[in-house]
């Protein structure tokens, strides 16, 4: 006659399913169906309900199939508090994220951030809204990345569990190609998402901006980063994202910018020299030469380009062009 079929709550059988994930090092779909007497359709529901309720539940492949588990020894962690001070640091982290908007990361915050408010007591939640208003982001020039929902919800899957991909990118100015790609991380540079890892059509380590990302198909091979990859093996010497020939750059800035020079670190390697009438001489070696030349110009008119002297030609020529086009249009 076999078993008789259970008939509980949604909430009892989560209470297995999580004792039997606990009791074991794993199980996989078809063992949690048959042990709770349900379908596979359910089991799966069940197991993003205890995710969403922040188990740290894992996905192994084995040969037996893929193999569902609880981090090891996650029962004896700790409850997680945090001090006031600490709540507006992480508010003030999220305030610089604003740019995710409608991004699945963006769910996942504000997901983070209803479990920080249930926790507290209500008397509480006031004083955190203050404490979410005492830091205050401000954008320029925001991208809309809400229209890449589904695809950063792919690549957020095959960035966690090392799935390779088949994505369609499409660079300004030229044909969209597509590419084999191993996705090792994403990448946050002024405001904007780029992904970067391994393309084997071109044997190499690429860096797409994420805007340019048309279409993105997981697949089912799995790969494994290289111990020794590290992030900057995507932009080498680069001043900004783009890594071409290194520039040894010699620079002089007027004394109305210098303390905004003198204020931050331009280069890990850079030297700085203080001059007699308040300017500042700054000398590094980097690549990126267009992203180096739009930093130069935001300066104007207090800099000037003591070498390269390549550099300097094509640094005055931008002038030049500037000149005859605002000339032309009097």
Known sequence: MGKPAKKYSQAARLHDVIRILEAR?????DELAEEC?????????????IADAGYPLTREETAEGTL????TGFKNLPPITFSLEELMTLYLCRGQLGFLQGTPFQDDLDAIFGRIRSSLPPRSVAHLERIASAAAPRFQGVRDY???KEILAALRR???YQYRCRLRYAPARRAAESYEFDPYLLLFYQDSLYLGGYAHNRKSLR???MDRVQKVEVLEDRFEVPEDFR???LTGQAFGLIDDAPLDLDLRFGPAVAHLIRERSWHPRQCLDEESDGSLRLRFTAAGRAEILAWLYSFLPHVEVLGPASLRDEFLDGL???LEQHESTL
């Open 25 to 29: 090092y794993g199980a996989t779909v």
């Open 158 to 160: 095959a960035l966690l």
């Open 231 to 233: 992030a900057e093996a």
């Open 146 to 148: 809400r229209d890449k």
């Open 68 to 71: 569902y588990r609880f981090l």
């Open 320 to 322: 030049r062009q500037t």
């Open 207 to 209: 860096l797409f901006l």
């Open 37 to 49: 007497q349900v379908n596979r359709r359910t089991i799966y529901r069940d197991l993003r309900a």
